[in-house]
């Protein structure tokens, strides 16, 4: 895993677009954007329509996934460009189901939709016509997928990181600012988790910092790597994010992201919580 | 309501939201001569300067957070036009109402 073949650039994509095994794919919570529009030749995935099962609180399983990418005519040999809006949070979420089914080669739109609306690179509205393939996905590979439990044992032995911004890191913000706040779940975070927001890891324009920076961004937090590492936020698509700088861009291995976030655990009876914006203790 | 992450172009809408448990700031961006700017990124910084949040701006320009009571910036980025950083004091139970105005 490397920046060269984790990320391409908006360049790269326009070199690439009549590539007939680049499949463009942009994944968006609000799929009303791609309606609007969208860059020419990508197709559509919805993360919760698609990804998730209409039923259980779970991802979309082996069969599932197999279904959705041969519908959307995507092979296994075929290089898979995602993009989306809100910094590439969805895109990266999507991406981290791509690895944990198998798919060999999957990358980030480096900057995603906002990078490519800031340079007023061209948008259109038609939806290509692809037609449908063969996909074969290999059973989820869970050592990169976190769980409850083995979160609750995490606490003062591993390295949990919780992504989210420093106020809902502390318990003053229960959602993204951009939500109301009125929520369920209790505010706070797991104890002994550090606060290393997912956009420290990213410029103002939605491009990933250097893998230089990364590297002083994570050591100047003392996150000591070769720990492992489980990355939390609160739906688990910010921590995605995180999931693909330190597993992706800066080869840590021992990485994974807890999915059920802080919607799971903040719901949970029973668990201990930190408030305040240190990491407090493990009980 | 979204039960997910992602910000829509201009913000979430106020139906159904308790107005009285919220601190709002919400405004719209325009250029110099009023024209109203859609498809701009309005950033929520608290007063560290991290990052909280981000909404793209709708067809008419806005853009809408629910924050904390206190300061915040509001950094805008737009397509042909240097950032601008605008402070804001939101106040629980309350509407702060911000016009940006960006250059050229």
């Known amino acids: 895993m490397s920046r060269e073949t984790a990320l391409v650039s908006a360049d790269w994509v326009e070199q690439h677009r009549n590539d007939p095994n680049v499949v463009l794919v942009e994944v968006d919570e609000d799929t009303s954007a791609y309606d609007k529009n969208h860059i020419a030749g990508a197709v559509r995935l919805d993360w919760k329509a698609d990804l998730q099962d209409p039923v259980r609180r779970d991802f979309v399983n082996k069969e599932q996934f197999e279904a959705l990418l041969a519908s959307r005519g995507i092979g296994n040999d075929d290089t898979v460009v995602l993009y989306g809006g809100n910094n590439n949070w969805f895109a990266a979420y999507a991406h981290w189901y791509f690895k944990l089914f198998g798919h060999p080669d999957v990358r980030l739109l480096d900057g995603g939709r906002k990078i490519w609306e800031l340079e007023s690179r061209e948008l259109v509205t038609d939806v290509p016509q692809r037609p449908a393939a063969e996909y074969t996905a290999s059973d989820p590979d869970l050592a990169i997928r976190a769980f409850r439990d083995e979160v609750v044992a995490a606490i003062g032995a591993k390295n949990l990181v919780d992504v989210r911004s420093p106020d809902e890191f502390a318990g003053r913000l229960l959602a993204p600012a951009h939500l109301p706040q009125e929520q369920s779940q209790r505010g706070g975070h797991i104890p002994t988790a550090r606060n290393i927001p997912w956009s420290k890891a990213a410029s103002d324009d939605g491009t990933f910092r250097s893998d230089d920076e990364l590297r002083a961004l994570y050591g100047d937090a003392g996150l000591d790597l070769a720990t492992d590492t489980i990355a939390y936020c609160r739906i688990g698509e910010r921590s995605a994010h995180t999931w693909f700088v330190l597993h992706e861009l800066l080869g840590v291995s021992n990485v994974k992201n807890y999915d059920g976030s802080w919607t799971e655990y903040g719901s949970l009876v029973g668990v201990p919580i930190a408030v305040g914006d240190e990491p407090g203790e493990a009980t | ?104």
Request: hydrophobic content about 45%; overall charge negative; some cysteine.
């Open chain 2, 1 to 104: 309501m979204s039960d997910g992450c992602a910000a829509p172009a201009g913000g979430v809408s106020l139906d159904g939201v308790d107005l009285a448990k919220e601190s709002v700031i919400q405004g719209v961006v325009t250029r110099a001569d009023d024209d109203p700017v859609a498809g701009a990124y309005v950033r929520l910084l608290d007063a560290s300067g991290e990052f909280t949040a981000e909404v793209p701006t709708g067809d008419a320009g806005e853009f809408r957070f629910f924050a904390g009571p206190g300061r915040w910036t509001l950094r805008t980025l737009a397509p042909r036009s240097s950032p601008v950083d605008r402070l804001v004091v939101a106040q629980r139970g309350a509407i702060a109402e911000v016009r940006v105005t960006i250059g050229a």
